[in-house]
T-cell receptor
Framework: RKEVEQDPGPFNVPEGATVAFNCTYSNSASQSFFWYRQDCRKEPKLLMS???SGNEDGRFTAQLNRASQYISLLIRDSKLSDSATYLCVVNTYTGGGNKLTFGTGTQLKVEL | DTEVTQTPKHLVMGMTNKKSLKCEQHMGHRAMYWYKQKAKKPPELMFV???????INESVPSRFSPECPNSSLLNLHLHALQPEDSALYLC???????????????FGSGTQLSVL
């Protein structure tokens, strides 16, 4: 089983739609969680951290369920500029340092 | 300055060449990372340096040799690479405070490496 699993998509949605991405992770000792966005041929950029209490940043809402080892990202009122690959990232702190493991990414295409 | 700078942006090398990738940050971060990313795949961790010491090596072949000369610089020395090593090599940094489990990574724009 992969450490971090995501549906690769692509998710093709019309502008204005609400879309949800899911992610599961296998290491119950993981401490922190993030969503990154990666545009084609660019480096990943941090979108938001994910907290158990749920957190919102504008049109984006992230949720963590530690018991189920499940992370989600909800995008409301999708814009054309939201088209990108969304990477679920799980951080596990070891004696050697922080190890961030990336999911395979979910591709989103927002269309007119 | 909130940037991680990588040079060169593109590199083409033969299998007998020796080259180095460079990464620099001036955010005072004490953890630095090398990731390898193949096309349409997520980044894969190669090395982590914490306080200028190699703390994680993800069983990377010895033809990749990392070096951290000081807290702002991270190099990746390449020797006798194979064509399958062609990929985007990403450098990242984070605060890296010891015992701090919640780390956000700041990425450089990467070096696109082609091995012929």
């Amino acid at each position: 089983r992969k450490e971090v699993e995501q549906d690769p998509g692509p998710f093709n949605v019309p502008e204005g739609a609400t879309v949800a991405f899911n992610c599961t992770y296998s290491n119950s000792a993981s401490q922190s969680f993030f969503w990154y966005r990666q545009d084609c041929r660019k480096e990943p950029k941090l979108l938001m951290s994910v907290y158990s209490s749920g957190n919102e940043d504008g049109r984006f809402t992230a949720q963590l369920n530690r018991a189920s080892q499940y992370i989600s990202l909800l995008i409301r009122d999708s814009k054309l500029s939201d088209s990108a690959t969304y990477l679920c990232v799980v951080n596990t702190y070891t004696g050697g340092g922080n190890k961030l493991t990336f999911g395979t990414g979910t591709q989103l295409k927002v269309e007119l | 300055d909130t940037e991680v700078t990588q040079t060169p942006k593109h590199l083409v090398m033969g299998m007998t060449n020796k080259k180095s990738l460079k990464c620099e940050q001036h955010m005072g971060h004490r953890a630095m990372y090398w990731y390898k990313q193949k096309a349409k795949k997520p980044p894969e961790l190669m090395f982590v340096y914490s306080y200028e010491k190699l703390s994680i090596n993800e069983s990377v072949p010895s033809r990749f040799s990392p070096e951290c000369p000081n807290s702002s610089l991270l190099n990746l020395h390449l020797h006798a690479l194979q064509p399958e090593d062609s990929a985007l090599y990403l450098c990242a940094s984070s605060h890296g405070d010891r015992g701090r489990p919640c780390e956000k990574l700041f990425f450089g724009s990467g070096t696109q490496l082609s091995v012929l």
